[in-house]
């Protein structure tokens, strides 16, 4: 039973990636009780990174390798495949990708080319990121089996858990995570873990509800999936992606800097304002992350 986070990824003033910042975050996640960390996803502004800022965090993070999944997922072929020789200097556990996107009406069978390229080269396990909101394409346990392509493990997400159980049903051996913050309970419980991009800045609750669930004390953990469920509800209204650099700031101590744009950063007003709100929320509940 596992909490991942999909890593946030720091940008400086400037622009550029601050692996300081990056590392402090992480080392942070991991000593606090999280599992893995998810590097270069949807909350890591994974599509908006090049292909050497991507390299860069890997290297960044190169101290907690055994625990990082790092995702390659591109639309230029030659970075993908780029990305995967690189990984191999680390001892990662797996390697993930979003499938290909924007292009409209591709046939099944070259969404699953591009996973089967990946195995072919990848010195490490093969991850699915499976989020069709997103990429437009639903990778899902059907297609799977239909052209008998078994990978090492899923990040389902989706908002329809019966999808993400059917991975485990049609390929047992395959690691299942759903990506919903709202459903991190249920995957924790039914599945093998969570990916979970509020875990960023509760990460206590996380592992709080994680430890709910080994005790066997489901009603509490339910208490902390709402809580979490709330502090989605806080971020949406501001724009998730950038609401969680304050957020984090705000629960963690320390500052990320910012994201950087098409996802832009909020303004000092709504900075405010969210801190405010997320503050008053906490003490209201007694929560001290
Ligand atoms: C999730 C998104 C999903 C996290 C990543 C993640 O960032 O790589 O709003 O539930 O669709 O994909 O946070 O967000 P919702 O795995």
Not at 172 to 185: E, H
Not at 186 to 191: D, E, F, I
Request: hydrophobic share 40%; net charge neutral.
């Amino acid at each position: 039973m596992e909490i991942v986070v999909p890593i946030l990824t720091p940008f400086n003033p400037d622009g550029s990636v601050n692996k300081e910042a990056l590392r402090t975050h992480a080392s942070n996640l991991l000593q606090k009780g999280v599992d893995l960390i998810f590097v270069n996803g949807t909350t890591g502004l994974g599509p908006a990174l090049s292909k050497e800022e991507k390299k860069e965090n890997l290297k960044a993070l190169a101290d907690f390798a055994d625990r990082i999944i790092f995702q390659v997922g591109e639309l230029n072929i030659d970075n993908v495949m780029e990305l995967v020789k690189f990984s191999s200097d680390y001892g990662i556990k797996a390697i993930a990708s979003y499938s290909p996107y924007y292009f409209p009406r591709l046939p099944e069978k070259w969404l699953i080319s591009y996973f089967k390229r990946l195995v072919e080269i990848s010195p490490h396990p093969v991850y699915l990121y499976n989020y069709p909101l997103a990429t437009g394409y639903d990778i899902s346990p059907k297609l799977l089996s239909k052209f008998n392509l078994e990978l090492a493990g899923v990040k389902d997400t989706n908002q329809d858990l019966a999808h993400s159980l059917e991975y485990k049903s049609a390929f047992p051996k395959m690691n299942v995570y759903n990506g919903s913050d709202t459903l991190a309970f249920y995957s924790l419980l039914t599945l093998d873990g969570t990916v979970a991009s509020m875990a960023n800045c509760l990460p206590t609750l996380f592992v709080e509800m994680k430890n709910s669930i080994v005790r066997g004390d489901l009603k509490r953990g339910m208490v902390y999936q709402r809580l979490i469920s709330s502090v989605v509800d806080i971020a949406r209204k501001y724009g998730q992606l950038s609401a969680l650099y304050v957020l984090t700031e705000t629960t963690q101590g320390y500052s990320l800097g910012g994201p950087r744009g098409p996802i832009f950063p909020l303004e000092e007003e709504e900075r405010n304002q969210l801190k405010r709100e997320i503050e008053l929320f906490l003490k209201s509940l007694g929560v001290l992350n």
